[in-house]
């Protein structure tokens, strides 16, 4: 399944974090609450596939071959943006706080893109460096992807699943 449109797994995940970034840049201009909660929950279903695909496939193969502590964070990282993408699914754009939920999304990913495309020792500069075959990883997150874009489609995408953060009842 070649895919001329990203060279390999790395431009593969940053084309994502560009979408969702333009994504969140709407979000902060939009006006109506119906434009608010369609760009959110666009936002939410980005980032589902996105840590999902990272999770299933891209981290697991660099496991053992980049500092364990970087994929450590990113899980963690992850777990963090869970919570808030299933608070602000379940929300309203009229409800408190929707507005700082999405916001300090935002600021999360952008921490969380920063640690992954930092020059040098970021996750992906970490990631090049292996004989981690990046083509073959793009196709196989690809093909993931589709997967997850079409259950989607037919509405059986489920809320996200921290791995790592425990939530204990109240």
């Known amino acids: 399944m070649a895919n001329p449109q990203f060279t390999d797994a790395i431009a593969l995940l940053k084309a994502d974090h560009r979408k969702v970034e333009d994504l969140f840049e709407q979000f902060e201009k939009a006006g109506s609450p119906a434009r608010k909660k369609t760009?959110?929950?666009?936002?939410?279903?980005?980032?589902?596939?996105?840590?999902?695909?990272e999770e299933e496939i891209f981290?697991?193969?660099?496991?053992?071959?980049?500092?364990?502590?970087?994929?450590?964070?990113?899980y963690v990282e992850h777990d963090g943006a869970k919570l808030l993408v299933n608070d602000i699914e379940?929300?309203?754009?009229?409800?408190?706080?929707?507005?700082?939920?999405?916001?300090?999304?935002s600021e999360e990913i952008k921490h969380h893109v920063h640690e992954?495309?930092?020059?040098?020792?970021?996750?992906?500069a970490q990631c090049r460096k292996t004989d981690v075959d990046l083509?073959?990883?793009?196709d196989a997150m690809l093909?993931?992807?589709?997967?997850l874009l079409k259950e989607a489609e037919n509405g059986?995408?489920?809320?996200?699943?921290?791995?790592?953060?425990?939530?204990?009842?109240?």
Not at 59 to 74: K, M
Not at 90 to 105: I, M, N, S, T, Y
């Open 90 to 105: 379940e929300g309203d754009p009229a409800d408190d706080f929707f507005d700082a939920k999405v916001k300090v999304l």
């Open 39 to 53: 760009l959110a929950r666009q936002i939410c279903l980005e980032l589902k596939i996105h840590t999902l695909i």
């Open 156 to 170: 059986a995408l489920p809320p996200a699943k921290p791995r790592v953060i425990q939530l204990t009842p109240a």
């Open 135 to 138: 083509i073959q990883l793009r």
């Open 59 to 74: 981290y697991p193969a660099f496991r053992g071959r980049i500092e364990d502590d970087t994929l450590d964070e990113a």
């Open 116 to 124: 992954e495309e930092m020059r040098g020792e970021g996750m992906f």
């Open 143 to 147: 093909a993931r992807k589709q997967e």
